[in-house]
């Protein structure tokens, strides 16, 4: 379900701090329930997102259709022609990850690149940390990012939460947001929510599946 993007604010999440000239576009919880133990923890989460992301795209869903319909719009209109090339708008700069300081360089897991095997989209990892990830996309339509949260909500019962920021590229950046954006609130994302949740779902089974 959408979150309230103040709640997401108020967390001390690095991406707030590095990405203030980006819009916060959606905040996604993500209904999984975890016990932060040692197989439920945000590094687990942090692969099944990332494999769940590739399944979608090579699976004929909805999800996948909508992947491949932008592939093919973009033959006839730039929409991928400059992936990861261009300057965020409004600056040089060309990754966020040039904000980090040497603290979150050291810090920083290795993170892995989110990319279909069918897409020429490619989300290169900026941090992995403890309790949350940031990939990025530039394209010729918007500089965008990708903020996955580790969350505790009561107890030891944890859950996930994914936000995504943007700057469009002028006019024809806004105007595609806007073209996109039912199609990403009511498929898109959901189609990931529940592609990200049976896949989490698999982990308590194959715990008690290797004990035995």
């Given at each position: 379900m959408m979150i309230n993007k103040e709640t997401h604010f108020a967390r001390q999440w690095k991406v707030n701090e590095i990405a203030t000239d980006f819009i916060l576009w959606d905040v996604w919880e993500i209904p999984i329930a975890a016990n932060n133990s040692k197989t439920e923890n945000f590094q687990s989460f942090y692969g099944i997102t990332l494999e769940t992301?590739?399944?979608?795209?090579?699976?004929?869903?909805?999800?996948?259709?909508?992947?491949?319909?932008?592939f093919w719009i973009d033959k006839i209109i730039p929409l991928d022609r400059n992936i990861n090339t261009l300057p965020i708008p409004g600056c040089q700069e060309t990754t966020v990850k040039t904000r980090l300081n040497s603290e979150d360089l050291k810090k920083s897991k290795a993170g892995k690149t989110i990319k279909g095997d069918d897409s020429g989209l490619e989300f290169r990892p900026v941090y992995l940390f403890e309790d949350e990830s940031l990939h990025e996309l530039s394209?010729?339509?918007?500089?965008?990012?990708?903020?996955?949260?580790?969350i505790k909500k009561n107890d030891n019962?944890?859950?996930?939460?994914?936000?995504?920021?943007?700057?469009?590229?002028?006019?024809?950046?806004?105007?595609y947001l806007k073209l996109i954006e039912p199609f990403r609130r009511h498929i898109v994302y959901p189609g990931m929510m529940k592609a990200i949740k049976e896949q989490w779902q698999v982990i308590p089974q194959a715990s008690v599946s290797n004990k035995n």
């Open positions: 992301f590739k399944k979608i795209q090579s699976k004929t869903t909805l999800v996948n259709i909508l992947f491949t319909l932008r394209n010729d339509t918007v500089h965008g990012l990708i903020h996955v949260g580790w019962n944890y859950t996930a939460t994914l936000a995504i920021y943007v700057v469009p590229r002028g006019i024809y950046g806004k105007v």
